[in-house]
């Protein structure tokens, strides 16, 4: 049993930067692989980035160089730094967690940037 709350979303000028949160409450033993997910308007919901337990990241290839996925395990808590936005990187981003049994969603943060 996980629950994922999200934070940190808002209206950002291009160019700017956001750090999103994602806190982890529930049966946590030791946190699962991670994600971030997002979705924009009339398109499927896509791959941002994702962090393995041991803490290997990978990207999509639009934000690679642009955001970073890091955690702290103490405070089972997730973030995706997110520099140099882009109007395309406007979505609902959605935390997710990949545990042993089932797959977590967080309702989603919505990112706004602004031309």
């Known amino acids: 049993q996980m629950h994922l709350v999200e934070s940190g979303g808002g209206l950002v000028q291009s160019g700017g930067s956001l750090r999103l949160s994602c806190a982890a409450s529930?049966?946590?033993?030791?946190?699962?692989?991670m994600g971030w997910y997002r979705q924009a308007p009339g398109k499927q919901r896509e791959l941002v980035a994702t962090i393995s337990s041991g803490g290997s990241t990978n990207y999509a290839d639009s934000v690679k160089g642009r955001f970073t996925i890091s955690k702290d395990n103490a405070k089972n808590t997730v973030y995706l730094q997110m520099n140099s936005l882009k109007p395309e990187d406007t979505a609902v981003y959605y935390c997710?967690?990949?545990?042993?049994?089932?797959?977590?969603w967080g309702k989603g943060t919505l990112i706004t940037v602004s031309s």
């Open positions: 529930g049966s946590i033993f030791s946190m699962p692989p």
């Open positions: 997710n967690a990949d545990a042993y049994a089932r797959v977590y």
